[in-house]
């Protein structure tokens, strides 16, 4: 990733706490960093790939102004931020990791103004700052350095789909630059009618965590944000943002790049503006989690040991999508915690948050738990 210069990144800004967390079991901790950031919900308001876990006034704001975009804009949005498979943007997306670089870009209008000064160079530096890119990546700095004859095989070496839109983006620089400033700057006016009280809630949840920061090791703070997210920690990851997400819930953004990872987690209920005497969603998808036979027959496997998902898929006898659509709702109930380490990736049951699944009910129903 090519850094941006940013003379504020030792400021210690209002709405972060900031926590050096010492050494244990002679491994150097990183800096965590739990902070308000409505950057972030700006873009995954923008282009998340699943349906948010929003209030219902929110449902409707992000409906209509998803539909208010012109045909031109639809298609600047699909141009930078395309997450299909088979062919994924790179202008948007390899935009969040220079956002989380720069400290200071706060909120939408910041994207926008950091949009409006980033180049070719640094997009593609920023979406190769992966382990299965290094080739790429060389390839990248080369190209730059003055060798355009290495196109094509700068192309061929990323993943299959990425291909395209690389491609666009070595050829055509500025008109996918100027793509992406369009639908950034048409958005950030459609967001600003939702960005303080988003900012607000956010507030709200940070505040609420920082006991729990001081309180417990990291791992087990990270997994509790994340409602299931298990992190290893890396010798090599200087630096962990934690920032609460609405457009995200119930689900998790987590990016990383060289010396860092971060993790725009589900802001909490608690944190909500919603109506008090509403159903809680958490208790909403805890029983919608429990009520599918194949969803329980999972936690009974887990309930005998951690599995892998081909294991977990091979004891179904059903395919792995939809194994893993079933992990991902048992995941946003907060039953299953997933854990990925040496580029393995297996599930464990929450025996925490299953004892207390028979509570919640008698919580909701103002009933005393047995």
Not at 214 to 238: H, K, M, Q, S
Request: proline share 6%.
């Amino acid at each position: 990733m090519v850094a941006l210069s940013n003379p504020t990144a030792s400021v210690r800004r209002p709405g972060a706490l900031v926590r050096e967390l010492s050494p244990r079991g002679g491994t150097a901790r990183p800096e965590v960093i739990l902070e308000v950031r409505t950057a972030l919900d700006f873009l995954v308001s923008l282009v998340g790939d699943t349906e948010p876990e929003l209030l219902p006034g929110d449902a409707a704001w992000r409906t209509a102004a998803r539909d208010s975009l012109s045909a031109p804009l639809r298609r600047d949005m699909e141009r930078a931020f395309g997450h299909h498979e088979a062919a994924k943007g790179i202008a948007g997306w390899s935009l969040i990791p220079l956002v989380i670089a720069e400290r200071g870009v706060r909120i939408a209008a910041d994207v926008v103004a950091l949009a409006g000064k980033v180049t070719a160079r640094d997009l593609i530096g920023s979406a190769c700052d992966d382990e299965e890119m290094i080739e790429t990546r060389t390839l990248a700095d080369r190209y730059f350095a003055g060798e355009p004859a290495l196109h094509d095989e700068l192309v061929a070496s990323a993943p299959e789909a990425l291909r395209g839109a690389l491609d666009r983006l070595l050829r055509e620089p500025e008109t996918e630059l100027r793509a992406l400033r369009r639908i950034l700057r048409a958005w950030e006016e459609r967001f600003s009618a939702v960005e303080p009280r988003v900012a607000q809630m956010q507030a709200r949840d940070v505040a609420a965590r920082r006991a729990d920061l001081e309180r417990l090791p990291l791992e087990d703070f990270i997994e509790r944000a994340t409602n299931g997210y298990r992190w290893t920690p890396d010798a090599g990851v200087r630096r962990v943002h934690l920032v609460p997400s609405y457009f995200a819930r119930p689900y998790n953004y987590v990016f990383a790049g060289e010396g860092w990872h971060l993790f725009a987690y589900p802001l909490a209920e608690t944190a909500l503006d919603g109506d008090p005497a509403a159903v809680p969603q958490a208790t909403v998808r805890l029983f919608k989690a429990l009520g599918d036979e194949s969803r329980m027959r999972i936690l009974r496997y887990l309930a005998d040991g951690d599995l892998y998902l081909t294991e977990i898929a091979e004891r179904m006898g059903l395919s792995k999508p939809t194994v893993k659509h079933h992990l991902a709702l048992l995941r946003a109930a907060g039953l299953v915690t997933v854990t990925e380490t040496g580029g393995l990736t297996y599930y464990s049951l929450r025996l925490d948050r299953v004892a207390e699944a028979g509570p919640d009910l008698a919580r909701y129903l103002g009933a005393p738990a047995r």
